[in-house]
């Protein structure tokens, strides 16, 4: 398994909350990115890849005459787009127009994953979210009508604003409308976002209140939560990500993408213009780091990664000869779960995961 990722750093504007690679008012870049990252792909043509991914940003914000030419130049180095076992593309409701939909059909575009985040509209302009809940709406049921029947959409939990009643509510109309798969992430305040400016605080107890009731209208409804953030209906996991929390192979195309490929993994500069003006002035690659894991530092990525999804992880030797005092004291606490040859988090280890995966990566005690 391998999966192609590119990434469109471009959007209307930074919501509150963002600390992703993109880059509003820089519309007037897109056409030199779209050079860069067909010549990005020629270092990839023809690596069999078995997902497609296409994240941002927000891609959706790219014109129909440019996705156009970005699906042409996927066709080109990587095979049709519609050759994919799975292809995901990302939007938000206020770009995702009809034309746009026409055009993801047309390629055979298989997965959207549409940035919701709430309901309610003073939850929305509280998080800096540029739809209304009605263009949301209008965007899921276009979606439906051309015939798109596997789609994600992202909600988020103890936000400004958010009450008991409200996210309720959230959880209550998006169960009604059914999409195949949820992703309900918890507000984190990053440094450099307009939050941390604003000086927003997080509320840990409060999520994990919140993130409680997903859990269990989502069960009731169907759902399996089958990674710390993620719920899909069966059968309609993330290919694409999966491959990542079993470290699988990836190449990653366009600024700050990662490709992991032979035990090496690069990942390019982060700021639009350096990674342009590298890639179109004759530079191999816009790389801002390069590393090969090897030992001990490797295997406790893989178990980090792999102990993201609920259902677990199978341990190897190696896992239990370098990680088993770890694995025996996270058993104690009651934070992972042992069983046989097999370790998956607790209730409690979903909670307080990054506490978990710290004992996985370097610096060892």
């Not at 050079?35 to 891609?59: Q, S």
């Not at 914000?61 to 130049?73: C, G, I, M, N, T």
């Amino acid at each position: 398994m391998r999966g192609l990722y590119i990434h469109i750093p471009f959007c209307s504007g930074k919501c509150h909350y963002c600390d992703f690679i993109s880059f509003p008012d820089k519309a007037d870049c897109i056409e030199d990115y779209l050079d860069a990252v067909e010549k990005e792909m020629r270092f990839y043509t023809a690596i069999p890849c078995d997902t497609l991914y296409i994240g941002g940003g927000t891609p959706s914000e790219l014109s129909v005459p440019q996705l156009r030419r970005l699906f042409k130049a996927v066709d080109d180095h990587f095979g049709p787009v519609c050759d994919f076992a799975e292809s995901t593309f990302e939007a938000n409701p206020e770009s995702l127009t009809q034309d746009r939909i026409m055009l993801l059909r047309q390629y055979g575009m298989k997965r959207i994953s549409v940035g919701l985040q709430s309901f309610n509209a003073d939850v929305l302009e509280n998080l800096g979210r540029r739809h209304t809940v009605e263009r949301f709406l209008d965007a899921y049921l276009d979606l439906r009508q051309v015939g798109f029947s596997n789609i994600n959409i992202d909600l988020m939990c103890a936000v400004p604003g958010q009450t008991r009643e409200v996210f309720a509510e959230d959880l209550a109309r998006l169960i009604k409308l059914g999409p195949e798969h949820v992703s309900v992430y918890g507000l984190q305040v990053e440094d450099g976002t307009r939050f941390a400016a604003d000086g927003v605080a997080e509320d840990g107890d409060l999520a994990r209140e919140y993130f409680d009731m997903a859990r269990a209208e989502l069960s009731s409804a169907g759902y399996t939560h089958y990674e710390i953030s993620n719920f899909a209906k069966p059968g309609m996991e993330s290919r694409h990500n999966l491959n990542y929390w079993e470290n699988g192979e990836y190449i990653g195309i366009g600024c700050s993408a990662t490709s992991y490929l032979s035990g090496v993994r690069k990942t390019n500069a982060p700021m639009l213009e350096h990674y342009c003006s590298s890639m179109l002035t004759g530079e191999d690659m816009a790389l801002s780091s390069c590393e090969k894991l090897a030992g001990k530092e490797k295997t406790g990525e893989t178990m980090m990664l792999g102990l993201r999804k609920l259902g677990g992880m199978r341990l190897t030797p190696d896992m239990k000869a370098e990680f088993g005092n770890e694995l025996s004291s996270l058993s104690r606490r009651g934070l992972i779960a042992l069983e046989e040859d097999r370790a998956r988090l607790t209730d409690e280890g979903v909670y307080i995961s990054n506490e978990v995966f710290r004992c996985f990566v370097p610096p060892f005690d």
